[in-house]
């Protein structure tokens, strides 16, 4: 009995063995695979190869080919439906004002509309309970209509708040697409500098973030507007607009 349940039980330990090694094989295959999604870092942690990491920007500035005007329309009174007729006649007057300065009806949009109840002074009693806005912005593809806009906008009685130079869509993705280049032009002579000043040699990029872009218009506030008009023609000159990102990338380096 002994000599035939010797062979069966080493049998069953050689099964077992066979087993493990099985599931160790496996372990390894899920963990090479989910360890290195990325090719290029893996390729860098698989040779031992170093990085540099540099933070970079670059910016890029072209002339406004776009305004918007920013202009209300204001009605003060004790009577809520007589500011909602004064709001009515008002932004009437006002468009009629902006179609005689070339305007089209699809360049005016309202942004606000409301009538709140005025917080009057304790000295004041006899002040208006209420005060209506209606609110509105101008889009215009001609920058230098833009003094023409403000000044039709005034006479018919409307309040000009405010004027900001931008970009159309096109324009300012070009001009992104020119600062990402600028940026990454400064990330790679900084690298190439770290890994000279290292004995090491830039091989590639392993990362880039370029998360952080930032777009600056041109804006006028109201007083600024208002100081340009001086009771003349209003002409308001634009700067140029900008566009800056800020990228952080990762190379990979070799010994030189």
């Known amino acids: 009995m002994r000599d035939r349940a010797l062979p069966v039980l080493l049998a069953v330990?050689?099964?077992?063995?066979?087993?493990?090694?099985?599931a160790a094989l496996t372990v390894d295959s899920t963990d090479s695979t989910t360890a290195a999604p990325n090719s290029d870092v893996a390729t860098a942690h698989s040779s031992g190869e170093q990085t540099v990491s540099v933070s970079a920007d670059?910016?890029?500035?072209?002339?406004?080919?776009?305004?918007?005007?920013?202009?209300?329309?204001?009605?003060?009174?004790?009577?809520?439906?007589?500011?909602?007729r004064d709001l009515a006649n008002g932004s009437e007057q006002l468009r009629t004002?902006?179609?005689?300065?070339?305007?089209?009806g699809d360049q005016i949009s309202t942004t606000d509309y409301r009538i709140t109840e005025s917080h009057r002074p304790e000295k004041s009693a006899d002040a208006p309970r209420y005060r209506g806005v209606h609110a509105f912005e101008i889009r215009l593809e001609q920058t230098n209509a833009t003094g023409g806009v403000?000044?039709?906008?005034?006479?018919?009685?409307?309040?000009?708040t405010g004027v900001r130079f931008t970009l159309s869509e096109d324009?300012?993705?070009?001009?992104?697409?020119?600062?990402?280049?600028?940026?990454?032009?400064?990330?790679?002579?900084?690298?190439?500098?770290?890994?000279?000043a290292g004995d090491l040699q830039?091989?590639?990029?392993?990362?880039?973030?370029a998360s952080d872009r930032n777009y600056q218009p041109v804006r006028y506030e109201a007083d600024a507007v208002s100081a340009a008009a001086g009771g003349r023609s209003t002409t308001i000159e634009s700067g140029d607009v900008s566009v800056s990102v800020d990228v952080r990338v990762v190379y990979n380096v070799t010994d030189a």
Do not use: F
């Not at 002339?63 to 007589?82: F, L, S």
């Not at 004002?97 to 089209?104: D, E, K």
């Not at 324009?171 to 020119?178: C, G, I, M, P």
């Open 13 to 22: 330990v050689a099964l077992v063995a066979v087993g493990t090694a099985g």
């Open 58 to 84: 670059g910016s890029a500035s072209a002339t406004p080919d776009e305004a918007v005007v920013t202009v209300a329309v204001v009605a003060d009174g004790d009577d809520t439906q007589a500011i909602r």
């Open 97 to 104: 004002a902006l179609n005689y300065a070339s305007v089209a």
């Open 150 to 160: 403000v000044d039709a906008a005034a006479d018919s009685g409307a309040e000009v």
């Open 171 to 196: 324009t300012r993705t070009a001009l992104r697409d020119e600062a990402l280049q600028n940026a990454m032009a400064d990330a790679r002579q900084q690298a190439d500098t770290l890994a000279a």
């Open 202 to 209: 830039v091989t590639g990029v392993a990362s880039i973030d």
